[in-house]
């Protein structure tokens, strides 16, 4: 190994405040900032393309963290390089309540920090959706503003992760040369040694991927130099570097082992660690000579920034990528929405929600450049295409539908990385039973707060004979556990337009559209320059003062609507609430919460699912119609009927209530 001193001091400034960093908060995973401050020195010294004075630049490379638990490497690094949010006084409070540093990277809580990880594989499997906004915004708008790298840092339980194969492959696929992966190959996981419960040859698997493969001294400041040069002279292939490290190196006795993993070393290992280092200085307290050498490092690209603003503001680009990346839609949007919903009241379609939702994805692909569109093999069934959309592929980067294969949780790792990135809008399709697969990366985009619009069709019972592996039952309720997410269950066409809308303009919230399988009568026959569906709930038929109300969503709305008509018949007065969001009917006032409920003698809701999200607005006593069990496989009619969810059902539990 050939580091010279001052490499081995800017490593040391890593370990030294990493470990300080978790043994003051009596918690956290110094091992792996140990064992890979070589890699990210060499990385933020002398590789990456940033400015840490301008850390939002749009052409500034990327780095993923994806070994998420050892958050202190980049904590560490974003102090030392100068970025202005990351104080000392940041690194000192790691891990408490309040602070930018949380155990593990948090996106938003400070600048440098990508995406938020910690499940493990989520960083590998949000590089690809990077690298894919890369490529395609280069192909957009040219490589003179967009030309830049994704890097990350994956340990072996990154690797061990089934998102993993689902990234390297797709990646590999659509050979995303500008993505590089770094392994921390060190061998050692929780339990002990990786061999253990794995022995994958890693090297075999990402060539059989259409991967490079790179093996290095993971300590090897030149080594690794020479190989992320290498990595970024590839044309047609992603690379993997796998980087021998010693986990903890430096600690006398737990160097290597599992105890250095995930907890403080200890007084008597901090000692001795910083002793065999050579770091002779007190906690917290880098020499001045090593700060600035690494404040120097975070200030190498201005002028290569400072040109690329100067090359944008010549641009012919300059106003629409400027928009792209603020996360703003075209103004023409609105417009082409009235005219479209104007259309619909006029037409008054009888459609599937997942057709509905296809007519309205045309005007938006008409509109929207800035869309991904995309499906997990599905696109015939979740109707996720238009006939603006273009597959994007290894040789046609300028498309814009993803083809993300059979890889539910991986489609929505890489949305989210699209949307990270910055200057397009994915939504990607599967059926909504795959949630399941993709939930993992749905809830990160609902922690985080970014747009990511997942189209889940087959949404009920109503899917038919695929039987009950493929109906989704407790599915929507699940879905609505999750905070900062919108689940959207339109009742026909303009509904569906509707939750369009709002999720394209929802920035912080990701969506939900669940969708119907089957055809659906049109409900709203009227054009409405209010966007009814934006306040969660509303009524859609009879008098505020009637005897019963009736909440339903999707499919069943129109099955409250014909028990509404039978119950009018008796002489029963009832009102049916379309319930398109619960979350947005959640987020009005109290007053408005309070009309729409009303004060009723009887409350009824109905939904092709479990009871448990509907028990705050049924109240004590009102009455549920739906699934408290699996479904079965046959005709969409007849499993309503055989499951109960009729109009005679909902009228029968109004009256139980009269």
Known sequence: MTNTAQQNELANAIRSLS??????????????????????????????????????????????????????????????????????????NFRQIGAKTAGHPEYGHATGIETTTGPLGAGIGNSVGFAVAEAKLA????????????????????????????????????KLNKLIVIWDNNSITIDGAVSNACSTDQIARFQASGWNTIEIDGHDQAAIEAALLEAKKSTDKPTMIAAKTVIGRGAPKKAGTEKVHGAPL?????????????????????????????????????????????????????????????????????????????????????????????????????NVPEILAGSADLTHSNLTNTPDTVPFQANNRSGNYMMYGIREHEM??????????????????????????????????????????????????????????????????????????????????????????????????????????????????????????????????????????IFATGSEVAIAVEAQKELTAQGISARVVSVPSMELFNKQSDAYKAEVIGSAKARVAVEAGIEMSWNKLLGDKGRFVGMSSFGASGPIDALYAHFGITPKAVVEAVTAQL
Request: glycine share 8%.
């Open 412 to 549: 929505g790792a890489a949305m989210n990385g699209v949307t990270l990135h910055g200057g397009l809008i994915p939504y990607g399709g599967t059926f909504m039973v795959f949630t399941d697969y993709a939930r993992p990366a749905i809830r990160l985009a609902a922690l985080m707060e970014i747009r990511s619009i997942y189209v889940m069709t087959h949404d009920s019972i109503g899917l038919g004979e695929d039987g009950p592996t493929h109906q989704p039952v407790e599915h929507l309720t699940a879905l609505r556990a999750i905070p900062n997410l919108y689940v959207f269950r339109p009742a026909d066409a303009m509904e569906t337009a509707e939750c369009w809308e709002i999720a394209l303009a929802s920035q912080k919230t990701p969506s939900i559209l669940a969708l119907s399988r089957q055809n659906l009568p049109a409900l709203r026959t009227e054009y409405s320059v209010e966007n009814k569906s934006a306040k969660g709930a509303y009524t859609i038929l009879g008098d505020a003062n009637a005897d019963a109300v």
């Open 266 to 366: 200890g007084a008597e290992e901090l000692a001795g660690a910083k002793a065999a280092l050579g770091i002779d200085y007190p906690a917290f307290e880098i020499p001045a000579h090593i700060l600035d050498t690494w404040r120097a490092a975070g200030q190498r690209g201005a002028n290569i920034r400072g040109d690329w603003e100067a090359t944008l503001a010549a641009s012919a680009h300059k106003a629409e990528f400027t928009r792209r990346m603020s996360g703003k839609l075209p103004t023409g949007l609105d417009a082409a929405f009235a005219a479209y919903k104007q259309k619909l009241a006029e037409d008054k379609p009888k459609v599937a929600s997942r057709k509905a939702s296809q007519m309205a994805l045309e005007v938006v692909t008409k």
């Open 19 to 92: 470990m300080d960093a978790v043994e003051k908060a009596n918690s956290g995973h110094p091992g792996l900032p140990m064992g890979c401050a070589d890699i990210a020195t060499v990385l933020f010294t002398k590789i990456m393309k940033f400015d840490a004075a301008a850390p939002h630049w749009a052409d500034r490379d990327r780095f993923i963290l994806s070994a998420g638990h050892g958050s202190m490497l980049l904590y560490s690094s974003l102090y030392l390089l100068g970025y202005e949010d990351m104080t000392i006084d940041q690194v000192k």
């Open 139 to 174: 192909a957009e708008f040219g490589s003179d503003l967009v030309n830049h790298y994704t890097y990350v840092l994956a340990g072996d339980g990154c690797l061990m992760e089934g998102i993993s194969q689902e990234a390297i492959s797709l990646a590999g696929h659509l």
